[in-house]
């Protein structure tokens, strides 16, 4: 039997197969998602990887996860079923975001895709999560934040309200994404262009990023704040947005941070994260995990 790990973000599930690292692919969460598409999605990516044969322990680590415990162990005893494991373990993609950059279970993590969210661990286990709202109501600093503020400046810029902006030279018209069933993906691909615009200079795109960095400082000086003492906190950023950002973005988040604030290299991903889960004891995170046996 196999031990199998899976990252569910909002641009896309990724699934790992731990004894011999096979991946897989499926589509990703977006907030009309219902059990059984997430479901399918889990079972593409198992299908992409090639996994026939039935699993020991599943770790997910999801941002669709139910914050009602029955849901979520629905959706657990669902998965058991798709993927024919004895053991399933459930939590908040947070929480694999965190398992993997920061191995010693101690300090805040900031991971930051479509989505961002935070989560403080502290020495005594407690932890604080910190927004991981959505795009409507939160995921501050994000790439779907980053882009829609790039997409509006384009706009303003062709009406004649906003200033001039190497980002207007697009093909792109933002008006034509409001039908699409990816819409909230479709935003935050707009990201890079941002990035892209600030590294040539560009000043319009420049604040964007600025803005956004500072977004992401408040969130982690947050977490910081929450987490008990005086000394030097490990804050560790996770996600494709500060993969792909460079110093754009990690110029002026580091700048802005709190002196407690101690920025390391994140140990691993969300879905290193996840094999933790799925190969060794929950640790810190316990609490936060939904386990259904079969």
């Given at each position: 039997?196999?031990?199998?790990?899976?990252?569910?973000?909002?641009?896309a599930?990724?699934?790992?197969?731990?004894?011999?690292?096979?991946?897989?692919?499926?589509?990703?969460?977006?907030?009309?998602?219902?059990?059984?598409?997430?479901?399918?999605?889990?079972?593409?990516?198992?299908?992409?990887?090639?996994?026939?044969?039935?699993?020991?322990?599943?770790?997910?680590g999801l941002?669709?996860?139910?914050?009602?415990?029955?849901?979520?162990?629905?959706?657990?005893?669902?998965?058991?079923?798709?993927?024919?494991?004895?053991?399933?373990?459930?939590?908040?993609?947070?929480?694999?975001?965190?398992?993997?950059?920061?191995?010693?279970?101690?300090?805040?993590?900031?991971?930051?895709?479509?989505g961002?969210?935070?989560l403080?661990?502290?020495?005594?286990?407690?932890?604080?999560?910190?927004?991981?709202?959505?795009?409507?109501f939160?995921?501050?600093?994000?790439?779907?934040?980053?882009?829609?503020?790039?997409?509006?400046?384009?706009?303003?810029?062709?009406?004649?309200?906003?200033?001039?902006?190497l980002?207007?030279?697009?093909?792109?018209?933002?008006?034509?994404?409001?039908?699409?069933?990816?819409?909230?993906?479709?935003?935050?691909?707009?990201?890079?262009?941002v990035?892209?615009c600030?590294?040539?200079g560009?000043?319009?795109?420049?604040d964007?990023?600025?803005?956004?960095?500072?977004?992401?400082?408040?969130?982690?000086?947050?977490?910081?704040?929450?987490?008990?003492?005086?000394?030097?906190?490990?804050?560790?950023?996770?996600?494709?947005?500060?993969?792909?950002?460079?110093?754009?973005?990690?110029?002026?988040?580091?700048?802005?941070?709190p002196?407690?604030?101690?920025?390391?290299?994140?140990?691993?991903?969300?879905?290193?994260?996840?094999?933790?889960?799925?190969?060794?004891?929950?640790?810190?995170?316990?609490?936060?995990?939904?386990?259904?046996?079969?």
């Amino acid at each position: 039997m196999i031990r199998l790990a899976v990252d569910g973000g909002q641009s896309a599930l990724r699934l790992r197969v731990v004894d011999d690292g096979r991946t897989g692919t499926g589509p990703g969460y977006t907030h009309s998602s219902s059990v059984q598409g997430m479901l399918d999605a889990i079972r593409t990516a198992a299908d992409d990887a090639g996994v026939t044969e039935p699993a020991e322990v599943v770790a997910l680590g999801l941002t669709g996860f139910p914050p009602d415990p029955p849901a979520a162990r629905l959706l657990a005893a669902g998965i058991a079923k798709a993927l024919a494991a004895k053991e399933v373990r459930l939590t908040q993609d947070m929480v694999t975001a965190h398992a993997g950059a920061l191995p010693g279970g101690y300090g805040v993590v900031v991971a930051a895709g479509t989505g961002l969210v935070c989560l403080a661990v502290d020495r005594d286990g407690s932890w604080h999560k910190i927004d991981g709202h959505g795009y409507l109501f939160g995921d501050a600093g994000s790439a779907f934040a980053i882009g829609r503020a790039g997409l509006v400046a384009v706009q303003r810029a062709r009406d004649g309200r906003g200033p001039e902006t190497l980002l207007a030279e697009t093909s792109l018209d933002p008006v034509s994404l409001y039908p699409s069933p990816t819409l909230v993906d479709d935003v935050a691909r707009f990201a890079p262009a941002v990035l892209r615009c600030a590294a040539e200079g560009d000043a319009v795109a420049r604040d964007i990023v600025v803005r956004a960095a500072g977004d992401v400082a408040e969130t982690i000086a947050t977490g910081v704040r929450l987490t008990a003492g005086t000394g030097q906190v490990p804050v560790a950023c996770i996600g494709g947005l500060f993969r792909g950002s460079g110093e754009q973005l990690l110029g002026p988040l580091r700048d802005a941070l709190p002196p407690r604030a101690d920025l390391v290299a994140a140990a691993g991903s969300c879905l290193d994260g996840a094999e933790r889960l799925a190969t060794g004891p929950p640790g810190p995170y316990a609490g936060l995990i939904v386990t259904y046996r079969s």
